[in-house]
């Protein structure tokens, strides 16, 4: 497993940006598929988007597609989130996982989890 921690979170109005980084642990990071979820209070943990190991494939949930990119890179193992044109209902607690799986999109497919952070956004 690798050990995944989040950063970038914080507050943000309407229709701005942010940037989430996850910096994954050991070094086998290339050998996994990334994903990033999200849970709102109250609601379930959510799929946002992965990213396949080798050539990068990405996929997005429909809500997000369009507004956010998720890339990766290998040397420095961390993988990014960038989000863009940000809505209120973006709020929410954003995690990063990894799976050995090259697909999926649900939360029982990813093997290591980041213990997440905050983002708010303000109408």
């Known amino acids: 497993q690798v050990q995944l921690e989040e950063s970038g979170g914080g507050l943000v109005q309407a229709g701005g940006s942010v940037r989430l980084s996850c910096e994954a642990s050991?070094?086998?990071?290339?050998?996994?598929?990334m994903g990033w979820f999200r849970q709102a209070p109250g609601k379930e943990r959510e799929f946002v988007s992965r990213?396949?190991?080798?050539?990068?494939?990405?996929y997005y949930a429909d809500s997000v597609k369009g507004r956010f990119t998720i890339s990766r890179v290998n040397a420095k193992n961390t993988v990014y989130l960038q989000m863009n044109s940000l809505k209120p209902e973006d709020t929410a607690v954003y995690y990063c996982?990894?799976?050995?799986?090259?697909?999926?999109?649900?939360?029982?497919?990813?093997?290591?989890w980041g213990q997440g952070t905050q983002v708010t956004v303000s109408s």
């Open positions: 996982a990894a799976s050995l799986r090259q697909y999926g999109s649900l939360p029982n497919e990813y093997d290591s």
């Open positions: 050991g070094r086998t990071f290339s050998s996994y598929a």
């Open positions: 990213i396949s190991w080798g050539v990068g494939r990405t």
